[in-house]
C-alpha cells in the first residue's frame, strides 16, 4: 500500500523547494512531485512598461546565482525584438563573461555535492571544509577557480554578479589590452586547475557509482544503478553560448513550447502518512499534516514538442557531442567536463577580441512590437526570455528558466529510487528555484490562485 513522505524544504541548492514523494512498502518512488515553494518574483510583470535597457536588470536580480544568463538572455531578447545586430567584439566579450560565470558555477556545485559521496576506498564521506588532505587541498583549488571565474567576469562584464557593462545594443565599453592579458594569464591558470578538478570530481563520481549502498541518516540505503533515470527529451541551442530569432538558423522555435499549469501535472491534496525523524536535517514532514503539490507550485510546467525535457550540461553534451551517460552520476559526470570548455571558450574568445573594436551598435533601434527571443546556455541549462518591445519600451515579457525545464523532468526521474536518495537525485540537476518561481494567473478579474492558496 502506497505512503506519502515530504521532504521540505529540499537542501544544498538555491532557493526553497519540496519533494512530495509516493512510495511502496520498500520505500522506493512510486511517483515524486518536486516543486517549488519559494515565493513568487513577479519580474514578467514587472518589465511592462520599462525601457528595454531596464528589464534586463529586472531580470538579473530574480537570482544572485544566475545574474550573467538572466542579463545576457534578457539583453539579447530585446535586440531580438528591435532587430538590433551588436558588433563582434561585443559579442566576444559576452562569450568570456558567459564562460567564466559557467567556470565559477561548477566550481560552487562541486561544493554543494561532495558531501552526498565518499572518499574512494573508505566509508567516510566528504566534508569539503575538512582541515584534512587531500580534501583541504581540493577545497583550495575550488576556490582558486571561483575566484578566476569571478575575477575574469569582473573585467569583462564590469561586475561579477549583476553585470553593468552589457546593454542592449553590445557593450558600454570595450577592455583594455592590458586587461586582455590579466584575463589570458587568469585563464591559463584555471586550465590546469579545472583538469585536475574535473579528474578529481570523475573519480569521486565513479567510485560512487561502484557501490552497493548510501548511508542517509542513520539508515543504509541500497543504491540503485539506474538512480536518476528517465525517459524525457532533451534540449540545447549551443555547446556553450547560445542562440537567438535574429540567428540564421535558430536553434530553438518557440511554435514547439507550450505551457501547462501546476495543476494538470502535479498530484493533488494527499496526506502525509510517513515519516522519518532520523532524516538529515531534522526530519521529514510530521505525519498527519496534507501535502498539495497542484496549488502548491509556484512555477508553469513548460514542454518543448509536447514533452517536458531535461536542460543543462548533459543536454548540451548528448545534443553536441554525442554523450550518452544516463542517471544522476551521468548528470553529474557532464557537468565536471564543461570544466575545460569554459577554460577554451574564455581563450578562443580572448584571442580574437579587438580591444580598439567597436563595442556598440549605432544605432540602436527602438522597436515596433516584434516578438524576439533568445536563448542562453545557463549553467543549469537553456535559458529562454522572449520579449516584444515598441518605442524602447517593453509591452511584453517572459523567462523559461533552466530549473523551470527541469522541474517535470527531475520529478519523472524520481520513479524507481529509494526515497531516502530523492534529494541526491535533485541535486544532479543544480537547481536555481528562485530563478524558476514565477507568478502564475488564469483569472486576472478573479484572482483564482490567490483564493484556492488563502482557502
Known sequence: ???????????RHEGHSKLVLKINDQGIVERGDWL????????????IGKTMDQVPKIASRVCGICPIAHTLAGIEAMEASIKCEIPQD?????????AANRLHSIALHNILILPDFYLPGTDTKINPFAKVEPVRSVAARIIRLREIGQTIGEIAGGEAVHPSNPRVGGMYRNVTERARMKMFDLAKEGRQLATDQMEFMIAILRNFQKRDYCVV?????????????????????DPMYGTNSLAEYPTWQPQRWAESRPWDWYMGEMEIDFEDPSYPIGGTTKKGGKANPQMEACTGVPTYDGQPVEVGPRARLVKFKGYDEKG??????????????CIYAILKSLDALNTSGKVLADPIPQGD????????????GT???????????????????PTTWNFPTCSRALTGAPWQLAELVVRGYDPCVSCATHMIVVDDDNRIVAQKLIQ
Open 1 to 11: 500500500m502506497s505512503k506519502v513522505v515530504e521532504i521540505s524544504p529540499t537542501t
Open 36 to 47: 517549488s515553494i519559494t515565493p513568487v518574483r513577479g519580474v514578467e510583470k514587472l518589465a
Open 90 to 98: 561585443a559579442k566576444h566579450l559576452r562569450v568570456i563573461l558567459h
Open 217 to 237: 541518516g542513520n539508515a543504509k540505503v541500497p543504491m540503485p544503478k539506474e538512480l536518476g533515470y528517465h525517459n524525457q527529451g532533451y534540449m540545447a541551442v
Open 328 to 341: 544522476t552520476v551521468g548528470q553529474h559526470i557532464a557537468r565536471q567536463l564543461e570544466y575545460v570548455d
Open 369 to 380: 512590437g516584434s516578438m524576439g527571443w533568445a536563448a542562453n546556455e545557463a549553467p543549469r
Open 383 to 401: 535559458d529562454v526570455h522572449l520579449a516584444r518591445v515598441k518605442d524602447g519600451r517593453v509591452q511584453w515579457y517572459e523567462m523559461l528558466v
